[in-house]
């Protein structure tokens, strides 16, 4: 099989990354890799669903990432997964012998160890340059559902249409479940029984780089995870906060200790994101180093900073992504920087342990088993966004009053950077925006 033709099976199959921002996976295969890495680094805390599926469904996972590996003439496939995940492991040695490109690589229970840039290097030894995409160094990196969702289109013809998503906090039975795309996420969370808060916050995505949602909210290919919080969790708070507030409090409260930028995991990298020089910047108002405003596009927005590292409890990434927004609204683009600085030699020390993580943000007693429960739930209406990807939206391709069946195309890829979204249950069309499908099952 040539690369142009798997590319093609994968952009018809609908797959997006579905571990971060939903990247098309046909996009990410290249004759340049010549490392493919599958990512079982679980960055959230709290989230157990790719060390679970890969547990399950280890052999097929693994035939999909071979076939990957030899279509495009990567030297090695290498599967970096968290030591701790004893179980999925040994189901992984139990059959990576029929793979001879592929090894596994143990990483330490740290965050965020699911992030490309920190896998890559811990993996591989190989810096990503500030701004740079993997595959200039040789590498592609592919989620465990994302090459999941590529083997189950390849052996049996099925597209995406549903999503793995773990429910966890205030629930009576954490759970993980099998949901059609579209389901609302107050009838995810009902999978996992009552509610045990009488406010409940839905989280979506995790606790460090996560969202708040509406009960309403239609599941995506990129939803992971629904942690529901009480309304007073200090996470809520946090996030419920004023930008101009949290900017008074750097002015007033900001000692420059320099923590943020110590434990940055991308400044460790060689990047040049230093949230110190950004806080003394912004919260004085002072634009005369336009390089401490223009290097915030490099953060990834882990969180770690204002999460973790800061004493002062104040809000580093927040402000940080107010301002990178605000920059590329104005259509300032990132800095071109070829090459990254010397990792630290104090990286190795400086790791967040993700135990003491959830600690620090009043998780432990959440994190509790989360069984997976791999059969589709039934469900009576969904509405199917077109644009659950990077890229350009998909363009409905169906009307309203249509019978569909589930697995049929009803928004097809459209030019440039794109896949098609298919209905995912059987029903009829009740309804079309420009935004998403909503069906109603008959």
């Given amino acids: 099989m040539t690369i142009q033709e798997l590319s093609e099976i994968i952009k018809s199959s609908g797959t997006v990354g579905a571990g971060g921002a939903g990247f098309p996976t046909y996009a990410k ?91 890559i290097y811990e993996a591989t030894g190989k810096q990503i340059r500030p701004g740079g995409l993997p595959i200039e160094a040789g590498v592609a990196v592919f989620n465990v559902e994302t090459v999941y969702n590529v083997s189950r289109y390849l052996n049996r013809g099925t597209p995406v249409t549903d999503k793995l998503v773990s429910v966890v906090g205030e629930v009576e039975h954490p759970v993980t479940v099998r949901v059609p795309l579209g389901t609302p996420l107050e009838e995810v969370a009902a999978q996992a029984g009552r509610i045990t808060t009488a406010h409940p916050v839905y989280l979506v995505g995790g606790p460090m780089m996560g969202r708040m949602g509406k009960s309403t909210d239609p599941v995506t290919k990129t939803t992971n995870a629904i942690l529901i919080l009480p309304s007073e969790h200090t996470l809520i708070q946090r996030m419920s906060a004023k930008i101009s507030i949290d900017l008074k409090r750097a002015a007033s409260v900001c000692c420059q200790c320099q923590m943020c930028t110590d434990l940055c995991p991308r400044h460790l990298l060689g990047h040049p994101i230093e949230p110190h020089k950004f806080m003394r910047s912004a919260a004085n108002q002072d634009f005369q180093n336009t390089e401490v405003f223009l290097n915030t596009f490099f953060c990834s927005s882990c969180g770690t900073c204002e999460l973790y590292s800061c004493p002062q409890g104040l809000s580093p990434r927040t402000l940080i992504t107010a301002y990178k927004n605000g920059l590329r609204a104005k259509g300032v683009r990132a800095p071109r920087i070829e090459e990254a600085a010397a990792v630290s030699g104090a990286r190795s020390f400086r790791r967040v342990p993700e135990e003491r993580l959830e600690a620090r943000l009043g998780l432990t007693k959440y994190n509790k088993p989360a069984p997976l429960d791999d059969t589709v739930i039934p469900v009576r209406k969904v509405t199917v966004r077109m644009s659950q990807h990077i890229g350009a939206p998909a363009v409905p391709c169906v009307a309203e009053g249509d019978f569909v069946r589930c697995g049929q195309v009803i928004g097809a890829a459209a030019e440039g950077l794109s896949v098609p979204v298919h209905a995912s249950i059987d029903g009829r069309v009740l309804k079309i925006t420009g935004q998403a499908v909503e069906i109603q099952a008959q």
């Fill in 29 to 119: 295969l290249s004759d340049k890799a010549e490392v493919i890495l599958l990512n079982c680094a679980e960055c959230e805390p709290l989230l157990k669903l790719h060390r679970q599926l890969l547990k399950l469904h280890a052999d097929e996972i693994l035939a999909a990432f071979s076939l990957i590996a030899e279509t495009v003439g990567a030297g090695e496939g290498i599967i970096g997964i968290k030591s701790e995940y004893r179980e999925t492991i040994e189901a992984l040695q139990g059959v990576i012998g029929r793979y001879p490109k592929l090894r596994i690589h143990e990483l330490k229970s740290a965050y965020p160890m699911g992030d490309e840039v920190v896998l």
